[in-house]
């Protein structure tokens, strides 16, 4: 089993639509990181959290550190958010990342 | 501007031809990693540096070394390149090893032949 476990892997929602991405962990964290990257490969981070929740535009994160969970929330999805969000959790001195969520927003 | 870079972008090669990838950040930052990116097998940390002359393992280092003798820069050396170092890598730092922020750079493609 994973350590970083995501869900879906794949999703697709019509422009306008509110979106869930779903992150659970297995280890001991310091912080659980939010990455989104681009077709042409390039990575951003849109939030770190050790606690509670970030909100950045139509973007939301929360973090249950109790049940090891974190869920990144869009708000009235657009075609250019389409791209992979990774989930990734840092340790003590490491980092480890889920396996992505390809999103796909259709006009 | 504020950044990370990597040179090469885009590099085909030969088994057993030695290679460096560049990595060089204006940030001052403490804490520098590198990653590859696999299909299927997403994101996995390769070598990382808490601070200059300071590295460690990650979960894939079997074929790379690192050096780390100036705060910005840390290259990742393939001594013996073979065709399943065949990735897309990344080079990421943060201002040091807590709740930061990680920026990473623009990736390199690497392909073995």
């Known amino acids: 089993k994973n350590e970083v476990e995501q869900s879906p892997q794949n999703l697709t929602a019509q422009e306008g639509e509110f979106i869930t991405i779903n992150c659970s962990y297995s280890?001991?964290?310091?912080?659980l990181h939010w990455l989104q990257q681009h077709p042409g490969g390039g990575i951003v981070s849109l939030f770190m959290?050790?606690?509670g929740k970030k909100k950045h535009g139509r973007l939301i994160a929360t973090i249950n550190i109790q049940e090891k969970h974190s869920s990144l929330h869009i708000t009235a999805s657009h075609p250019r958010d389409s791209a992979v969000y990774i989930c990734a959790v840092r340790g003590n001195n490491d980092m480890r990342f889920g396996a992505g969520t390809r999103l796909t927003v259709k006009p | 501007e504020a950044q990370v870079t990597q040179n090469p972008r885009y590099l085909i090669t030969v088994t057993g031809k030695k290679l460096t990838v560049t990595c060089s950040q204006n940030m001052n930052h403490e804490y520098m990693s590198w990653y590859r990116q696999d299909p299927g097998l997403g994101l996995r940390q390769i070598y990382y540096s808490m601070n200059v002359e300071v590295t460690d393992k990650g979960d894939v280092p079997e074929g790379y070394k690192v050096s780390r003798k100036e705060k910005r820069n840390f290259p990742l050396i393939l001594e013996s390149p073979s065709p399943n170092q065949t990735s897309l890598y990344f080079c990421?730092?943060?201002?040091?090893?807590?709740?930061?922020?990680?920026?990473f750079g623009p990736g390199t493609r690497l392909l073995v032949l």
């Open positions: 280890v001991g964290i310091s912080a």
């Open positions: 990421a730092s943060s201002l040091s090893w807590g709740v930061e922020t990680q920026y």
């Open positions: 959290l050790s606690s």
